[in-house]
């Protein structure tokens, strides 16, 4: 495996951690970046890098992430982002990748890109169920914007320190393990 392959897995984990927390906002990153050649983009995924996908993906973009500002559409939302993030994790996976057989791409996409942007996403609606019920969602607006915030934040490094994005990757996972530990029931 070369290095160009694993910054390339590097890429897609961090995109589809992005993608859990807001399902477009790494796909206008990825588009953006792929219009500009900032980064090398699969052959049959060279779309992404068209204006017209750079302004669909825009607007799509500009209102999930208004629309998860709108009470209780918020929680709607987050009911259908799971398997949206599960499919849209292996797309930006399967769309990074490089030098890897198609086997192996489609493998590694679907278990890590869509199995991490189920997990973010999962967890992130838990987040916004426990905030709307002990708050009334008074609250919903700043797990919103940290949500939204941290998107942006991990699709930029994933897209220009993919070794970064990646170790922020491992830091989500273990944050979201260490809150499953303290809500899970014991069994003693």
């Known amino acids: 495996m070369t290095t160009e392959?694993?910054?390339?897995?590097?890429?897609?984990?961090?995109?589809?951690?992005?993608?859990?927390?807001?399902?477009?906002?790494?796909?206008?990153?990825?588009?953006?970046?792929?219009?500009?050649?900032?980064?090398?983009?699969?052959?049959?995924?060279?779309?992404?890098?068209?204006?017209?996908?750079?302004?669909?993906?825009?607007?799509?973009?500009?209102?999930?992430?208004?629309?998860?500002?709108?009470p209780y559409i918020d929680n709607i939302l987050d009911t259908i982002a799971v398997p949206l993030a599960a499919i849209a994790g292996t797309a930006v996976m399967v769309s990074t990748v490089a030098d890897l057989s198609p086997v192996i791409t489609w493998a590694l996409a679907i278990i890590a890109g869509g199995g991490t942007a189920a997990a973010v996403a999962g967890s992130s609606g838990a987040t916004r169920l426990t905030s709307t019920a002990t708050t009334g969602g008074v609250a919903n607006p700043i797990v919103s914007t940290v949500e939204t915030g941290t998107s942006i934040i991990m699709s930029v490094l994933s897209i220009f320190i993919p070794v970064i994005a990646f170790l922020l990757v491992v830091v989500i996972f273990y944050i979201i393990f260490r809150l499953y530990k303290k809500i899970r029931p014991s069994h003693s």
């Open 5 to 70: 392959t694993i910054i390339s897995i590097f890429l897609g984990i961090g995109l589809a951690a992005s993608v859990g927390f807001r399902v477009f906002v790494p796909l206008f990153v990825l588009s953006l970046a792929t219009y500009f050649d900032a980064i090398p983009i699969n052959e049959s995924w060279e779309w992404i890098g068209s204006f017209a996908a750079v302004i669909a993906l825009g607007v799509a973009t500009v209102v999930e992430i208004f629309a998860y500002y709108i």
